[in-house]
């Protein structure tokens, strides 16, 4: 169930699916049988996002500033 | 008359008048004034009528007589004047002794004579004659005639043979002037008493020949002597001429009533013909001065003239080049300018190319500039601000969700011990079915338990 | 989607998708998904830009100063 | 855009266009896209001017100088 | 414009007109178009005066000194 | 204008005429147009003048020696 | 002008005549024109008197009718 999630997963699926299982966290709708895995997969698709919202900054940056640390600005 | 008469012989008068004129006046003089009525002489005695006239009449007249020998005496005191003294009409004063003769008469014997009465008289007479002839208008007559230029023509009146007459026509004819004269002479007597009436002829018959002047000549002499020229007839017919008369009288002092008319006088015969000599001269020379000057001034002023040309012509060359040159300097200097301006308008105007080039160099730069600095940038910036906004959003939102995870997870309450319990996937609380028989799922921290409601209490 | 430039493409036009990319991240309206790809192409379009401004200045420099180096100044 | 001038134009009209690529440049009323355009433009007219210049130079020191290398100024 | 001098032209007139056209140069007030033809108009003009001025001064040489090398001046 | 000069003309009209001529070179009243005309002219007046002045002075000379050789008769 | 002289003039009038062309050229109140004319009346002037001053004069003569109504001669 808490399989490893799909890596061409979009951002906003992987949020959206996390607010769900929020959600039904929240709403206590979850099934026991299953909180271990939805847990678990809140907190992969948490490190998903994260991952995905570090990954695209440190990509803008280096689009921005490709050769940041040089001391060239730009 | 009935008287007894006393009979004498006349020469018995005669003598008893004698004798009682020389008892009486014959050691007496006496000084007389009358006037000469007659005069003569014979054998060197000199017998004169004296007379005293008042209002034109004959008021006393008596005869005198002067010896030889006392006229001699006399005469040298007064240098030989009293021939002249003892003329027919002469005042004169004289020391007679009275003297009767038996057969003369009653006589006047003359012992000395004072000529001042006579000159004074002749004075008188001078300046009465001067007098008439002014009155009668003869005075200045011959001041109206003019002298001709050139006298060559001479009427010449004198007496042939005296000095004077004979100085004058040597003067005349042996100068080294003028020479060139023609005389004819007059003879007259210049003393005396035809001289009067002598020179008064001459000068009448003067005027009937073709002279240019009369020149009438005497030698010196005394005063009594030149008396003649004082002659109003001799003035008169000197004045009435109709040819200039020149008067050359000998004389030292005092001028004659003939120089005073006459249209001029010298002091001299000589002096006349130097006169007459001399004018000849000046006359040429004034007449070769007047015409080498006009020679000389005509000469001078041609060449004044030509020297004046030779200026204008240079002049009209001077002006005329400088014309030239000055027009020609002001085309040189319009080319000059013309060259100056073209450059100028030329330079101006690529300048002004280089400067319009070069500020659409500059604009378009500096567009390129700005748009590299603020258009791009600016932009590219936003696109990053946005983006980290945008991932920082996110990431908040995501931390929120991950907090809210962590607050909702069991898992927590699970290890310290609590266990969920739900009925039909309802959590226990909640659910509101029939709670007997029903089938319990717990979870606790180490298993999943199922088991079945037996009981159901209520708690309080 | 960040495919290279068409080289056609203006100034302008590429100054206005960059825009359009601003106004996008401005409204909001971009997926992290997609943020990165955006920038990208803000970027790739920003340089399109600049190489254009460089070489039209180049251009202009050529134009202005055909023998820039030589001692002429113009 | 930047064709050949026409040669007839006159040089007071060459100068009026060159001055109204001057004033659209102040007033940057202008697209990157037509600027080296306009810049070539400008840079013809100045050529094209500055050749109407030389050779009315030229031609002037013709009329002026006929025999050039002579004293005589004219 | 430039066509052949009047040959009726005074030399007044001539001198006149060419320093109109010095005048003209001078205040800037001639078009580079115009300028070689004012130029020339003005090489005309200053041909003309210098003739007549040459042919003025000969003449009057002529006159002045008819039989030159003679020592009369005039 | 430098028709021949009137026979009749006297000397001293001729001098004013020439002077007239003299002042006006010399105030530069005068067009270059009649300038040859004027001192053909002028030269006229001065042929005429110095020949009357020769012809004067022969004539004077003649008076003052007429048989020019013989000696002087006065 | 200079006719001959009248056989009757006086030495005085001559002489007169010939000082006035005196004061006349001292004024300088003589035409060109006149000075010959002038010279040579002066010339007959001289010569006239000179003559009446060398010439062998006629005998002096009785004058046959001086009151005839003729004029004396001299």
New interface residues.
């Given amino acids: 169930m808490t399989a490893k999630l799909d890596p061409k997963l979009k951002?906003d699926e992987a949020?959206e699916q996390?607010?769900e299982?929020?959600h039904l966290?929240?709403r206590?709708?979850?099934?026991?049988?299953d909180?271990?895995g939805k847990?678990k997969q809140?907190?992969l698709l948490?490190e998903f996002?994260?991952e995905k919202?570090d990954s695209?900054?440190e990509e803008?940056n280096k689009i921005?500033n490709p050769n940041d640390g040089e001391e060239k600005p730009? | 008359m009935e008287e007894k008469k006393n009979i004498f012989t006349l020469s018995a008068l005669n003598q008893s008048l004698e004798r009682f004129i020389r008892d009486n006046f014959a050691l007496k003089s006496y000084w007389v004034i009358a006037e000469i009525t007659k005069a003569q002489e014979k054998n060197g005695h000199h017998y004169l009528e004296l007379a005293d006239s008042k209002d034109g009449k004959r008021v006393a007249e008596m005869s005198a007589n002067m010896w030889f020998s006392t006229f001699n005496r006399v005469n040298n005191q007064l240098n030989g004047e009293l021939p002249t003294i003892f003329k027919h009409g002469n005042k004169v004063l004289v020391n007679v002794r009275i003297e009767f003769h038996s057969i003369y008469g009653l006589k006047l014997n003359i012992l000395d004579v004072d000529p001042t009465i006579t000159y004074g008289e002749l004075e008188r007479k001078k300046k009465e004659t001067i007098e008439r002839l002014k009155k009668e208008g003869l005075y200045n007559l011959q001041q109206e005639l003019?002298l001709?230029?050139?006298i060559?023509?001479v009427?010449l009146i004198g007496s042939v043979n005296t000095s004077g007459y004979r100085d004058f026509l040597t003067e005349l004819m042996e100068n080294r002037i003028?020479t060139?004269f023609?005389?004819?002479e007059f003879s007259v007597s210049v003393q005396g008493d035809r001289a009067t009436k002598q020179v008064v002829n001459a000068i009448h018959e003067a005027?009937?020949?073709?002279?240019?002047v009369i020149v009438i000549v005497r030698g010196g002499g005394s005063k009594m002597d030149l008396n003649v020229f004082n002659a109003y007839e001799i003035a008169k017919s000197i004045a009435e001429s109709r040819i200039p008369v020149i008067t050359g009288i000998g004389h030292e002092t005092d001028d004659v009533v003939a120089d005073l008319v006459a249209n001029k006088y010298e002091i001299t015969p000589t002096a006349v013909a130097k006169f007459l000599y001399v004018r000849?001269g000046v006359?040429?020379n004034?007449?070769?001065s007047?015409?080498d000057?006009?020679?000389k001034?005509?000469?001078q002023?041609?060449a004044s003239?030509?020297d004046e040309?030779?200026h204008?012509?240079?002049?009209?060359?001077h002006?005329?080049q400088?014309?030239?040159r000055?027009?020609?300097n002001?085309?040189?200097d319009?080319?000059?300018?013309?060259?100056i301006?073209?450059t100028?308008?030329?330079e101006?105007?690529?300048s002004?190319?280089?400067l319009?080039?070069?500020?659409?160099?500059n604009?378009?730069?500096n567009?390129?500039a700005?748009?590299?600095s603020t258009?791009?940038?600016a932009?590219?910036d936003?696109?990053?601000m946005?983006?980290?906004n945008?991932?920082e959003?996110?990431?908040i939102?995501?931390n929120n969700?991950?907090e809210?995870?962590m607050l909702?997870?069991?898992?927590e309450l699970l290890k310290k011990g609590y266990t969920?319990s739900?009925i039909n996937?309802i959590?226990v609380i909640?659910y509101e079915g029939e709670l007997d028989g029903a089938e319990l799922?717990t979870?606790s921290s180490e298993y999943?338990i199922t088991s079945k409601i037996t009981e159901v209490k209520k708690h309080e």
């Fill in positions: 951002y949020l996390l607010q299982i929020v966290l929240e206590k709708e979850i099934n026991i049988d909180l271990a847990v809140a907190k948490v996002c994260r919202l695209t900054e803008i921005i730009f | 003019k001709p230029a050139i060559k023509k009427a003028f060139n023609k005389v004819k005027q009937e020949y073709n002279v240019d000849a006359f040429r004034e007449l070769q007047a015409f000057s006009i020679l001034m005509a000469q002023l041609i003239n030509k040309f030779t204008t012509s240079k002049y009209l060359v002006y005329t400088n014309i030239i000055e027009n020609n002001l085309i040189k319009c080319v000059h300018q013309l060259h301006g073209v100028e308008l030329i101006s105007e690529k002004k190319l280089d319009s080039l070069s500020r659409v160099g604009n378009a730069k567009i390129i700005l748009k590299k258009e791009l940038n932009r590219l936003m696109v990053h946005l983006s980290m945008n991932i959003r996110n990431k939102g995501l969700l991950a809210l995870l909702l997870n069991p898992e969920i739900t996937n959590d909640n799922k979870l999943l």
